[in-house]
């Protein structure tokens, strides 16, 4: 299957700091990604939609001035934290929108997550 | 956001044991998908379903596609050790995914 990378795995920073994760397509082009928020024993939360070349739309409740999304690249869209604060701790995971094999059947084909732990 | 109803919260089985799982929405989803994520991993898909009342297998796994467009259910056969993790439904609709709330299942010998 596609494969999408994430890095880094796992980050510790200062609060107040910015902290910038990258999500690639590694073997597909990707016109969207998404980025989803997961807390400790909770279901993965879309945060927002990022597509090549444009604006990300953010969901509801996110503030697009905090999680600013880059998606420059068929291949790379970036998510950066800026100012982070401790209640920011989370798995942050991205996805991939790709082609899955079967005509006409996309999926979503997810990383493999980042911990960041704000200090 | 929003998020779909998924029973049980949580299982604890024997091993051999079959499991079954069951997402349920307020509104209608194009498609419909089953996952599993180990701790500090992604989500795997294991199962997509793309029509109404659509049956599908893979392997030991079975799921559904309700008829209302509004509920999936999961089963799994003769489970083992390595089925343990948490399951997680979503229903897609225009690319998005909307997730379950989960299902952690644990198996003990």
């Known amino acids: 299957g596609a494969v999408v990378s994430q890095h880094p795995s796992r980050v510790i920073c200062k609060s107040g700091t910015s902290v910038k994760i990258e999500c690639r397509s590694l073997?597909?082009?990707?016109?969207?990604m998404f980025w989803y928020r997961q807390f400790p024993k909770q279901s993965l939360m879309l945060m927002a939609t990022?597509?090549?070349?444009?604006?990300?739309?953010?969901e509801q409740g996110v503030e697009k001035d905090k999680f600013l999304i880059n998606h420059a690249s068929l291949t790379l869209s970036t998510l950066t934290v800026t100012s982070a604060h401790p209640e920011d701790s989370s798995f942050y995971i991205c996805?991939?929108?790709?082609?899955?094999?079967?005509?006409?059947?996309?999926?979503?084909?997810f990383g493999p997550g980042t911990r960041l732990t704000v200090l | 956001g929003q998020q779909l109803n998924q029973s049980p919260q949580s299982m604890f089985i024997q091993e051999g044991e079959d499991v079954s799982m069951n997402c349920t929405s307020s509104?209608?989803?194009?498609?419909w998908l089953w996952y599993k994520q180990e701790p500090g991993e992604g989500p795997v898909l294991l199962i997509a379903?793309?029509?109404?009342?659509e049956l599908t297998s893979n392997g030991r796994l079975t799921a559904q596609f309700g008829i209302t467009r509004k509920d999936s259910f999961l089963n799994i056969s003769a489970s083992i050790p390595s089925d343990v993790g948490i399951y997680f439904c979503?229903?897609?609709?225009?690319?998005?995914?909307?997730f379950g709330t989960g299902t952690r299942l644990q198996v003990t010998l």
């Open positions: 996805s991939a929108w790709g082609l899955a094999g079967g005509p006409g059947h996309n999926e979503q084909f």
């Open positions: 073997d597909f082009q990707a016109t969207t």
């Open positions: 990022s597509n090549e070349g444009s604006k990300a739309t953010y």
């Open positions: 509104s209608i989803f194009n498609t």
């Open positions: 379903l793309y029509k109404a009342g």
């Open positions: 979503a229903g897609s609709l225009a690319s998005k995914l909307t």
